[in-house]
């Protein structure tokens, strides 16, 4: 683990803003280990309290500064945001060599196995030299029906799920939850904006499911597009 980052974080229930017994033996027992606390913001605010709850520990030799809290407009918790340091690779990899396992190539494993006639294995009067021989037949025909051949690394899409409208609503969920936490709204709008974040929770979760299903459905390999 030497010079290792190690970045715990999460909801610990153990309030960083304001000063208190639990707060004061965790933040020592952190300290011992050369671990801080990065988030200085308060992390969750309802009308009755204002709390520092979430947070996201790291080494004090790569602590660079506080965390960004930012409103996302889905939960009654801020999101945090770090940023780290790192080296940059001198050199990207473009090409790696790949097998393809698809039908074409399965069944030109399984021609070439029928046609072998095995002649290598039968000479062979010992156990050991006999499983030597039938796996270097076997590694032949492996090599011939499956070859190694060099693939250009596609560059991920990453939230291919995020639509022009999901971002539209995340902005007008993020305004809805800042409103929210106002104390003198009618019930008829703190009914909408419970409304419209279910709603629009369950439209994440859709665009989700629709994305993930297309990628599965349109994928070579299927189990590890899975």
């Given amino acids: ?20 017994s639990d707060q004061k033996d965790l933040t020592h027992l952190l300290l011992r280990y050369n671990l801080v606390n990065t988030v200085k913001s308060l992390t969750r605010t309802t009308k009755n309290t204002s709390t520092l ?23 009654d918790h801020q999101a945090q945001v770090l940023s780290v340091s790192h ?3 001198t050199s990207v990899i473009k090409r790696v060599l790949k097998r393809h396992f698809r039908d074409y190539n ?4 399984q021609y070439l ?12 009067k010992e156990v050991n030299a006999e499983f030597k021989a039938f796996m270097n037949i076997v590694l032949h025909l492996f ?10 690394i596609k560059k991920p899409q990453r939230n291919g799920w995020i639509a022009k409208g999901i ?6 969920m993020r305004g809805l939850n800042m409103l929210k936490k106002q104390s003198d709204l009618t019930e008829g709008v703190k009914n909408y904006i419970t409304k419209y974040q279910i709603m629009y929770r369950w439209v994440i979760r859709e ?11 349109h994928a070579d390999h299927k189990s590890k597009a899975i």
């Avoid at 520990?57 to 930012?70: C, D, F, G, L």
């Avoid at 665009?207 to 993930?212: C, F, M, P, S, W």
Wanted: hydrophobic content about 35%; glycine content about 4%; some cysteine.
């Fill in 53 to 75: 709850l979430d947070v996201i520990i790291i080494n004090k030799k790569y602590y660079m500064k506080p965390a960004t809290v930012i409103e996302l407009g889905s939960s």
């Fill in 167 to 172: 971002k539209i609503s995340s902005k007008k």
């Fill in 87 to 89: 080296k940059t690779p």
């Fill in 113 to 124: 196995s029928e046609k072998e006639t095995w002649q290598e294995v039968f000479r062979e």
């Fill in 106 to 109: 399965i069944r030109e494993f």
């Fill in 1 to 20: 683990m030497k010079d290792k980052i190690l970045i715990p974080c999460g909801d610990w229930n153990i309030d960083f803003f304001h000063e208190g």
């Fill in 143 to 152: 090599d011939i029906a499956f070859p190694l051949k060099f693939r250009h």
């Fill in 207 to 217: 665009a989700k499911r629709r994305h993930n299903d297309k990628n599965i459905l």
